[in-house]
């Protein structure tokens, strides 16, 4: 019903910077929040940041000042701005979104995408 595609990953020095973005499709009446989520090997998947359909923002506290979410509600897509990265930034980045799916009401249901590889080197 609803697809989250994400692009943007790849391999990048510490201090770069990598923009990641994720795109939305499908049979979709609204999106609430949308987010970034991480997970690196051998550790639980962690919230990286979230934006409303409003813009409010949330970053985890390891990124503050350093990565900046955005989204377009038209074109319904988010993105993850992330500059001076670090090795341990290392994850699989998830795009994440609450959809209210066409015909279901005021229901909202959760999507994942498939999740893009950044690797930061030392």
């Known amino acids: 019903q609803v697809q989250l595609v994400e692009s943007g990953g790849g391999l990048v020095q510490a201090g770069g910077s990598r923009r990641l973005s994720c795109s939305a499709s499908?049979?979709?009446?609204?999106?609430?929040?949308m987010g970034w989520y991480r997970q690196a090997p051998g550790k639980q998947r962690e919230l990286v940041a979230t934006?409303?359909?409003?813009?409010?923002?949330n970053y985890a506290d390891s990124v503050k000042g350093r990565f900046t979410i955005s989204r377009d509600n038209a074109k319904k897509t988010v993105s993850l701005q992330m500059n001076s990265l670090k090795p341990e930034d290392t994850a699989v980045y998830y795009c994440?979104?609450?959809?209210?799916?066409?015909?279901?009401?005021?229901?909202?249901?959760?999507?994942w995408g498939r999740g893009t590889q950044v690797t930061v080197s030392s």
């Open positions: 934006i409303t359909s409003s813009r409010t923002t």
């Open positions: 499908g049979s979709i009446f609204s999106i609430n929040t």
């Open positions: 994440n979104a609450k959809v209210i799916v066409l015909g279901a009401g005021r229901h909202e249901s959760d999507y």
